[in-house]
């Protein structure tokens, strides 16, 4: 897999799927269920090692019950603190 151009990106997304899964009190199990995705692809796009394309992107929204504007802004408002913060520090 050849690593993201953007991780930080990349980590934003992982974060917010594992807090709005957990605030939903569902497992990766669960969630997978609800996305029809498995198990396993989910614990790798929460440790931000696989990218997730836009259809399941689509697939993840639905399942932690976002519309996809909603879990887009959420993603984007988490990426430029993490970045305001990581600039911060330098």
């Known amino acids: ?6 991780q930080a ?9 594992k807090l709005r899964r957990r605030a939903l009190g569902f497992s990766q199990e669960d969630l997978a269920g609800h996305c029809q995705l498995d198990r396993p692809y989910i614990s790798l796009i929460e440790v931000g090692r696989k990218q997730p394309t836009l259809s ?11 519309s ?3 879990f887009m802004g959420l ?5 430029l603190l993490e970045r305001e913060v990581a600039t ?3």
């Open 9 to 17: 990106l990349i980590n934003a997304l992982a974060t917010e799927i």
């Open 75 to 79: 993603v984007q408002e988490r990426y």
């Open 56 to 66: 399941v992107l689509l697939r993840l929204a639905d399942g932690l019950q976002y």
């Open 1 to 6: 897999m050849r690593p993201s151009k953007n």
């Open 88 to 90: 911060a520090g330098q």
């Open 68 to 70: 996809m504007s909603e």
